[in-house]
């Protein structure tokens, strides 16, 4: 087995010159195992308005200075807020970035007061859903007003109680 050192990860939140990075990093994931969906395309090409706008977050991740993963907090119902656009450079999956994301996800929901952290995914995705379930994500039904064709589970982490 071959030993690869932790990456030198750093997390920082959106600039504008990135908006094309963001949009880049999603469409080689979601183009790599699902078609991009006009859902999809509206939100990447307009970042400001479907997220940061209505209170949403946007970050990215470095790996030695280079920017390789992002994923976006979008409000939703009172107090919950969906985990979207989470996506890590295909030549940087497996070197540990999805673990130090879910870590900063995690600390920096519970620091805004976040009570319920919620994604929507597809169960071919293991490595995905492998990472939600070690983090305490679990399965609950998904509405019939799903943004998402290929959504075939939601999860959620409650980190506040009601």
């Not at 990215?60 to 656009?85: D, H, I, M, Q, Y």
């Not at 295909?90 to 870590?103: F, H, P, S, T």
């Not at 952290?117 to 799903?146: M, V």
């Amino acid at each position: 087995m071959k030993y690869l050192p932790k990456p030198d990860i750093s997390i920082f939140p959106y600039r504008a010159e990135l908006k094309g990075t963001f949009y880049s990093l999603n469409a080689e994931w979601l183009e790599a195992f699902f078609l991009i969906e006009p859902y999809d395309l509206k939100v990447l090409r307009n970042p400001q308005e479907m997220i940061l706008d209505p209170g949403g977050e946007i970050y990215f991740a470095a790996n030695e200075g280079e920017v390789v993963a992002t994923f976006a907090l979008v409000p939703r119902a009172e107090g919950s807020v969906e985990l979207n656009k989470m996506a890590v450079r295909k030549d940087q999956r497996g070197l540990g970035i999805g673990n130090e994301l879910m870590d900063y996800i995690i600390e920096r929901c519970q620091k805004r007061g976040v009570r319920s952290l919620e994604l929507y995914s597809n169960t071919k995705l293991k490595n995905a859903i492998h990472l939600y379930r070690k983090y305490g994500f679990k399965e609950i039904a998904i509405p019939q007003d799903c943004f998402y064709e290929r959504a075939n589970i939601r999860m959620e982490l409650r980190l506040l109680s009601d």
